[in-house]
Every structure is written in C-alpha cells, then in structure tokens.
C-alpha cells in the first residue's frame, strides 16, 4: 500500500501540469503585450497579440483561480475546469484558435459550478460573492465565443478577478469583524457593480463602474486586516504591503475609469485597465503566492525579503506606464510595460527559487 505522504506528494504532482499550461498562458500573454507595444518578440508572442487580454484573463487567472477553487472542493470534475482553460491556450498555441474561445468557455462554465457547489454547502456572504465573480467570467467568456469584441465585455471579466479577490479577502475579514452597516455598504457597491455590467453598452455605464471600484477601494482598506498586520515582520508583512499596495492602484483605475471612462484604445483605458489587473490583481497574487502555492501542490516555500524586489518593480512599471499614458510619451509608455514583464518573470523566479529552497530544507 502506498503510504498517505506518497500518495499526498503524487495528487499534488499531478496538478502542476495544469499550472504550467497557466504559466505558459501567462508567458505567451506577456509576449503578445509587448509585441502589441512594438518590442521585437518570439513569432508565438508576436502570432498571439489579438490574444492578449483572453490568454491574461482566461489563459492564465482562469488555471490559477480555477486549480485553487478545485483544490479547495476536493472534487474530481471540478478539475475539469483548469484543465478546459490550459486546453484553450495550447489550442490556440496549436493554430486551432477557433477553439480556443469554446474551451475558455466550458472553463468558466465548471468554475461557475464549482462556486455554486461551494455556496450550496457553505451559504455565506463571501462564497456568494466569489460565486458571483465566476459568474462574471461566464458572462464574458459567453460574449466572447460569440463574437463581441474584448473592448466592449472587459468589464465582466475584471469583474470576474475583482469579485474573486474581494470575497475572499470578505472571508477572511471575519478575523476583524465588520458592522452590519458595513455588511450593507459591500453588498451596495457589489450590486451597483453588476448594475454596471448590465448596462455596459449605455455612455454612463463604465462611468459608474469606475465610482463602484473606487468604492470598493476604500470599503476594503477601511476593512482589511492588513492595516493591522501590516506592523509585523516576514512573511505577514510582506502580504499587508501586497494588499494595501493593491488596493491603491484599484482605486487609481477606478478615478480614471470614473472620470474618463473606458473608450477603446485611448490612453485612460490603457492606464484604467492595467493599473486593476497589474497594480491591484498582480499584486494580489504576489501576497498570496506564498500560501496558493504550498496548498496547491503541497510544497514548503519558506519567506524571503527578495519577495519585494518583483513587488517594487511592478509598481515602479505602472509608475512610468501611467506616466506614458497621461504625457502622450510613447517611450514612457513602452518602458512601462518592458519592467512589467520583467517584474512578473523576476515573480515567477524568486516564487520556483523559494519552492526549491523549500523543499531542499524539508529533505534535509
């Protein structure tokens, strides 16, 4: 019989296939952005610069958020879903990119089941929430197979990132109790969120979804724990210094978005977009790698202070992106996204350096 730590070591193996077919999502986006940015890239960067929001959203956080959920439920099926996500970028890798918009789809559609079996088993205001966020995606995904451009859904898929992180940072302000009227104000902002979505094609919809992630901004620094734990040292430091950094730039991209909307192609779409994805969702997954990682393919990754070194490198790429976007100034602009690519690769390396230190002190 094969002892329960042999067994636990190979389950958690069997999972980094799929998050290597996220990774390579995440490769080949960041690629495809900077070739959209006039960088000399690989010809599959440069091949797949149409796709670089979906291979982002749906290629990438859809494996991650998706193999997390699936972990979590402990379900086979629920697996399904990452494995439909990292199936629909190696199509599109592949030339089948027909298909890849359909795999996308079906992964949205199982996370989506997924969440409504957890909300089903555990009916709490935070599992509604995620559940709603991969609703989001759902919706997107769907609007996408059909043909509407990313331009005119991209809110139903920030949508998808911002509701998954804002219900579990919910959950886990339970260790710092919130009010009833704050309870209220939450499920205020999330419900005009949604409001904004439905009516996403109307002049004064993107507006008002600026206003609710510049709310949602404030409501979470106001709730968060990391205002408290920010004060202590290591690794708990270092997630507050995530999160509250994170939710700066959510609220950046929530002032630029209510002030000047989200007209494609234009420099405050530009800035609005990337400063919720890298400055508030990056960021989010930099503070949480340390525990995603160990839980998903149970490794040990122990703390190390270079963590802040890909962290002060994406905040300073945003700086100068952002600069780029409001002075016009295309080298800014360009300079911009270069150190953001290199802030996430310095991530994925100082993440697998950490895993490997680990799991030599385990063996030892």
């Known amino acids: ?11 958690a193996w069997e999972r980094l296939p799929l ?25 599959v960067a440069a091949g797949a610069a149409a796709w670089h929001g979906p291979l982002m959203i749906s290629g990438f956080f859809g494996v991650v958020i998706a193999l997390e959920r699936a972990v979590a439920i402990g379900r086979a099926w629920a697996y399904a879903a990452p494995l439909c996500a990292g199936l629909g970028t190696a199509a599109l890798m592949h030339g089948a990119a027909g298909a890849t918009a359909w795999l996308y789809l079906a992964a949205a559609g199982l996370l989506l ?40 859904l991209v809110g139903w898929w920030i949508g998808f990132l911002v509701l998954t ?30 409001a904004a979505l439905a009516a996403w094609p109307l002049p004064w919809a993107p507006h008002v979804w600026g206003l609710t992630l510049l709310a949602l ?12 734990t920010v004060r202590q040292q ?7 210094v995530c999160l509250l950094s994170g939710y700066f730039w959510l609220a950046v991209s929530g002032a630029v978005t209510a002030v000047f909307g989200l007209a494609p192609g234009g420099p405050a779409y530009d800035a609005a977009l990337h400063a919720v994805v890298l400055g508030f969702v990056f960021a989010m997954v930099f503070g949480h790698a340390p525990m995603i990682f160990p839980a998903v393919l149970r490794v040990t990754m122990p703390y190390r202070p ?38 996430l690769l310095a991530f994925v390396a100082s993440t697998a350096a950490a895993v490997v230190s680990g799991q030599r002190r385990a063996r030892r």
């Not at 019989?1 to 389950?11: G, Q, S």
């Not at 404030?218 to 205002?227: E, F, H, P, S, Y």
């Not at 290591?234 to 507050?240: K, Q, S």
Request: hydrophobic residues 60%.
């Open 1 to 11: 019989m094969t002892p329960p730590a042999a067994r636990t070591r190979r389950v």
């Open 217 to 228: 901004a404030g409501w979470l620094l106001k709730q968060d724990i990391a205002r408290r």
């Open 306 to 343: 270079r963590f802040y070194a890909p962290l002060v490198l994406l905040h300073g790429s945003l700086v100068l992106r952002l600069a780029g976007d409001a002075s016009g100034h295309a080298g800014l602009l360009r300079w911009g996204g270069m150190l953001a690519a290199l802030a």
């Open 19 to 43: 998050l290597i077919l996220g990774f390579v999502a995440l490769f080949v986006g960041i690629g495809a952005g900077l070739a959209r940015m006039g960088w000399a890239m690989p010809e």
């Open 165 to 194: 992180i804002a219900g579990e940072r919910l959950e886990l302000s339970r260790f710092l109790p919130t009010s009833t009227a704050a309870k209220r104000v939450f499920a205020l902002i999330v419900a005009a969120m949604l």
């Open 113 to 152: 089941a997924a969440s409504l079996h957890v909300l089903a088993r555990q009916r709490e205001g935070f599992t509604l929430v995620i559940a709603i966020g991969a609703g989001c995606w759902f919706v997107g995904a769907a609007l996408w197979a059909a043909g509407v451009p990313v331009w005119r």
């Open 234 to 240: 290591g690794l708990t430091r270092f997630i507050a």
